[in-house]
């Protein structure tokens, strides 16, 4: 039978915020928040998957109940892309698997319904692929020889009145296995799930971030 599994891609390499996935959120390990959240619907994942070439992540890892694919350090760099570690989980594993759930460890705050209702919505409708996107509310521009050019306004109009337009959150993104086989984690028709959540602004990669990501977590448990 066929699974859905989730993967997490942690390599130990951050440069900018060394140690990031194991560092202390909340009490528990960052990347341990992402384990926990698919921990809480096993109705949808049947097996879970760190991807990591860092002997304290493994630890981490399989302390808070999740399986380890040792990463190779071909596929570890700087400039490695997420596709290749979730292909090498997949190429791997024996499982039979239809569909990945990829969670990123620096994301690890997310509305507690939000992969249930992703996940309906990829089956409901027979997606590729799914990954969420949240709306932009800023005035974006360019500067070109010291010159501010607008992109998406008019100099002078409203905030309200802007194009909709959304960016890539990070949250989670849901993928047949076959699509992360042919290189692909969002495939052509993709379908941009919208969620308009606070925790949509996260995402780890400095200290502020951090600092910031642990403000809202407070707040939101409080």
């Known amino acids: 039978m066929s699974k859905t599994i989730v993967i997490i891609p942690a390599r130990g390499g951050s440069k900018r915020l060394p ?6 959120f909340g009490e528990i390990p960052l990347l341990a928040h992402s384990i926990l959240y698919a921990q809480k619907n096993p109705a949808i994942v049947d097996e879970i998957y760190v991807s990591t070439d860092n002997a304290s992540i493994k630890e981490v890892a399989l ?5 380890v694919i040792d990463r190779p350090e071909t596929l570890s760099d700087d400039h490695e892309p997420t596709i290749s570690a979730l292909k090498h989980v997949l190429e791997s594993i024996e499982t039979a698997v239809e569909t990945v759930i990829l969670l990123q460890p620096t994301n690890p705050l997310r509305p507690d319904n939000l992969l249930k209702e992703a996940y309906e919505y990829y089956e409901n409708n027979n997606c590729d692929s799914l990954f969420t996107v949240t709306r932009n509310h800023q005035k974006l521009g360019r500067i070109d020889h010291q010159t501010f050019i607008p992109y998406n306004y008019e100099l002078g109009q ?8 959304y960016y890539e959150n990070g949250l989670l993104y849901i993928t ?5 086989l042919e290189h692909k984690i969002i495939t052509e028709n993709a379908f941009p799930f919208e969620v308009n959540h606070i925790f949509a602004t996260v995402d780890i990669d400095t200290q502020a ?3 910031y990501a642990a403000y809202l977590f407070k707040n939101h448990n409080s």
């Open 19 to 24: 140690n990031k996935n194991v560092m202390q």
């Open 63 to 67: 302390r808070y109940g999740a399986k």
């Open 158 to 165: 409203r905030s309200q009145d802007l194009e909709p337009l």
């Open 176 to 180: 047949k296995a076959k699509a992360i």
């Open 209 to 211: 971030d951090l600092d």
